[in-house]
């Protein structure tokens, strides 16, 4: 479920929005004034902020600044009927929409929809590592190659996806233990060349012009991509 917070001064109006709103699932956090939304931004962690511009303590322009600064959490700007420079300048410092006061409350829903889904959409994407036909998704841990998937133990996985995280950067193999295999195992380096040959046996189909997992000698492993 996603949490909106809404920064808005007139309780009227921000009675309004959480009611459509929690009428399709999301959950909202309610901020009155300016000086308690940044607080508020970072006890709840919402999804979006509603951010009306004219509070009373602290202006919206200044709230989303410093949202910036530390978020890309999505922001809507709350803007008066004929505010139209603000909205302008609301695009500029990285507002992703605004809505008109007085809304129609399915308008409002469907703009806070869409950038919920846009956001949400751009996250998810960040997690599927592509590298020409090599795609490796982070999250759900599964390798393809040319659209097949690639079955590997947990712990090749586990090689696999720490030097997808980092490409073109070469760890030794004392690098790799730490961060796969942890502090506690106290076997040997040879884990580490196994894994790797393993590794390289199952993506054998992958386009060289693509990428491969490079051995850098007397240095260590890489997983080196022309194609990011
Ligand atoms: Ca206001």
């Known amino acids: 479920m996603s949490t909106i917070l809404i920064v808005e001064d007139e309780f009227?109006?921000?009675?309004?929005?959480?009611?459509?709103?929690?009428?399709?699932?999301?959950?909202?956090?309610?901020?009155?004034?300016?000086?308690?939304?940044?607080?508020?931004?970072?006890?709840?962690?919402?999804?979006?902020?509603?951010?009306?511009?004219?509070?009373?303590?602290?202006?919206?322009w200044m709230i989303l600044k410093e949202i910036r600064q530390q978020s890309s959490c999505p922001v809507i700007m709350l803007t008066a009927l004929g505010e139209v420079d603000d909205r302008l300048a609301g695009f500029d410092q990285g507002a992703d929409d605004y809505i008109t006061k007085p809304f129609v409350a399915d308008e409002m829903v469907a703009r806070v929809k869409a950038v919920l889904r846009r956001s949400q959409g751009n996250e998810?994407?960040?997690?599927?590592?592509?590298?020409?036909?090599?795609?490796?998704?982070?999250?759900?841990?599964?390798?393809?190659?040319?659209?097949?998937?690639?079955?590997?133990?947990?712990?090749?996985?586990?090689?696999?996806?720490?030097?997808?995280?980092?490409?073109?950067?070469?760890?030794?193999?004392?690098?790799?233990?730490?961060?796969?295999?942890?502090?506690?195992?106290?076997?040997?380096?040879?884990?580490?060349?196994?894994?790797?040959?393993?590794?390289?046996?199952?993506?054998?189909?992958?386009?060289?012009r693509e990428g491969e997992i490079k051995t850098l000698r007397g240095l260590g492993y890489q997983l080196s991509v022309t194609k990011k």
């Open 12 to 60: 009227a109006i921000s009675q309004v929005l959480k009611v459509y709103l929690e009428k399709v699932g999301y959950q909202i956090v309610q901020c009155y004034n300016g000086s308690e939304a940044l607080p508020m931004f970072h006890e709840h962690q919402p999804h979006l902020v509603l951010l009306d511009i004219m509070l009373p303590d602290k202006n919206g």
């Open 124 to 208: 998810q994407a960040s997690f599927i590592k592509q590298f020409g036909q090599l795609e490796i998704d982070t999250r759900a841990h599964t390798v393809y190659l040319k659209g097949q998937e690639v079955v590997l133990t947990p712990r090749d996985l586990s090689v696999l996806l720490f030097l997808a995280e980092y490409p073109n950067q070469t760890f030794t193999r004392e690098q790799l233990i730490e961060h796969v295999w942890g502090w506690e195992y106290d076997g040997s380096d040879r884990a580490v060349d196994l894994a790797i040959k393993r590794l390289r046996k199952a993506l054998m189909n992958w386009d060289i």
